[in-house]
């Protein structure tokens, strides 16, 4: 056999440690993860039902082309149903974009530090890979521009971006947009989208008419709550989406996520009030960095990173060892921070208190 040599470099997705084992590893009886940007408030209770309310059907295939679901968000997007292509998560998106995109002799421009799965996608279907360095954690969208050639097939654009929660104000997208070569797919990915709270942030579906080279990812995992179905989707005109359908497999979201979404839909107070309480746990952690004199990221998301100017393994170890998992952010391109959810408040002051009590020993040692 021979596997693709692009991928001998390559490392499989690492979650992290198991919840019960950190448990029994340090000794402790409870555990909170602020590590995976999950919605520490669950999901709607109307979704919950319709799971419950299903669960004998669970014999039979879904509905491959989510049909329901795609009626239903069509109306609420306020966009053709033949505009939606739904994933496995948006991380299935992703890789549909690549497969259908990128190739050997392609290349694919993004930003760096971002979500590390554009990369990845990319180097597995053999494209180069041109990475244009943040600038004060914002999208470099000159640099970008900059970058694109005749062989450029996709362009990626993470808004809210992850790790820094930063985003792209909406005359510079529609700027970036109009100096776009046609033929170049812009990928504007919008998973934080719906904890978003200021007034510059982009309709970017609406420029979607505007731009047939354009494709909006979201989700169902983040704000919706529905990590554990894994559902997400794309929207772009119509022909995109019937052009790199083929690239999705058959059956690739679950019974059991389609009614879940549907009914999380209805439920649009949720997400209203989750986005509120993500906003005061935000100032939680604004108000403790000020404090504390540490630089952080106004964050668009619901996590914040923070620069502790000490090793972010150090920061994510002291923490674990008292229960906390966040991300450090060694892995995420910013080796002296953490990225932290924003959890409830009790959360969210439990791990203040903690980092409180790490820089009282660091002043003292």
Known sequence: MKIKEQL???KPYQPGKP????????GLDKITKLASNENPFGFSKQAKIAIQNSIES?????????ADLREKFAGHLEVSPKQIIFGNGSDEILQIICRSLLSPGKNTVMATPTFPQYRHNAIIEGADCREVELIDGYHDLEGMLAQIDKETAVVWLCSPNNPTGTYIKENN??????????EVLVVVDEAYY???????????IKLIDQFPNLIVL????????????????????????TQIEPAREPFNTSKMAQVAALAALDDQQFIIECAKKNKQGLEQYYTFCNEQGLFYYPSEGNFILIDFNRP???????LLERGYIVRSGNALGFPTSVRITVGTKEQNEGIISILTEMLVEKVAN
């Open 8 to 10: 001998k470099n390559l």
């Open 19 to 26: 919840i019960e084992e950190v448990k029994r590893q340090y």
């Open 58 to 66: 669970l014999a039979i295939y879904p509905d491959g082309y989510a």
């Open 173 to 182: 997208l529609l700027a970036f947009l109009n100096q776009v070569p046609s």
């Open 194 to 204: 719906e904890y978003t709270q200021v007034d510059d942030y982009p309709e970017t």
């Open 218 to 241: 979201r989700t169902f995992s983040k704000a919706y709550g529905l990590a554990g179905l894994r559902i997400g989707y794309g929207i772009a005109q119509s022909s995109l989406i």
């Open 312 to 318: 972010g393994d150090e920061v994510f170890q002291y």
